[in-house]
């Protein structure tokens, strides 16, 4: 049973930590999933909750919800909001973690923390894991969909040439572009006009911010950066 975080002065951490335990059940199966390289894997992981303050209980997070929330308070739920979090790993300082399952992107800090930031990821179907690194940076970049994209979705096709940057540009105000080794991946970490689906699974694989939080991530990372994105299903429990 979770906790009501709005009783207990100890709960900001304690919550959380208590949540986390929920779904972060296998460090070693995470280790594993993390080491071995790209490719599509069968997603496994639980479905999103958030704290209700007004119920004090824990309620599933959909994209209706997700809409709703967003509606009124024209912001996503405060554990997706960019904030300093405690964080133990034995990855440098400027390395990114993701952790789908939980919807977070962990920018390793000096002195054991991290900058956490609220991500959308992959819908079913569309969930990978591995150790990539940034290959290259753009500020309001061109979206140009894959082929097998454009061969699926109708709304891709008037694009297939691409679709210059811009507020509507589906990659946002800023992508950061994954590598393995010197290939490009096609997948990025990269902005979104709706804001309103951080903390879903709603992407072809991408890892998608808020603006604001893609401005800063862009900010603050070099090409060259070391990526690890954990296997959904094998989620990051109080730091690697």
């Known amino acids: 049973m979770r906790t009501d975080p709005t009783k207990n002065p100890e709960t900001v951490a304690q919550v959380e930590a208590r949540s986390e335990r929920g779904w972060r059940r296998n460090t070693t199966v995470m280790l594993m999933a993390a080491a071995i390289g790209l490719g599509p894997l069968v997603a496994l992981a639980a479905q999103t909750q958030i704290f209700d303050p007004q119920t004090r209980t824990w309620v599933d997070y959909d994209a209706k919800k997700a809409r709703q929330y ?3 308070n024209k912001q996503v739920p405060d554990a997706f909001r960019r904030q300093v979090v405690p964080f133990r790993t034995a990855e440098e300082p400027g390395t990114i973690i993701i952790d789908g399952n939980q ?3 962990y920018l390793v800090q000096p002195g ?3 900058i956490r930031y609220g991500i959308g990821v992959g819908r079913e ?3 990978w894991a591995g150790i990539v690194r940034v290959g290259r940076t753009a500020e309001w970049p061109t979206w140009t969909p894959p082929a097998e994209m454009v061969a699926r979705d109708p709304n891709a096709v008037k694009w297939a040439n691409g679709m ?3 507020p509507d540009n589906p990659l946002g105000a800023r992508a950061l572009y994954l590598y393995e080794g010197n290939n490009d991946t ?3 970490i990269h902005g979104t006009p709706e804001s309103w689906s951080i903390g879903l699974d709603v992407s072809s694989g991408c890892i998608r911010m808020n603006n604001d939080d893609i401005i800063d991530l862009h900010s603050r990372v070099k090409i060259g950066a070391k990526v690890i994105v954990l296997m959904q299903g094998a989620a990051l429990y109080k730091g690697v």
Do not use: K, N
Request: glycine share 28%.
């Open 70 to 72: 967003y509606a009124r």
């Open 103 to 105: 919807h977070f992107l």
């Open 112 to 114: 054991g923390q991290a």
């Open 125 to 127: 179907g569309f969930g």
């Open 164 to 166: 210059p940057g811009g």
């Open 186 to 188: 096609i997948y990025r």
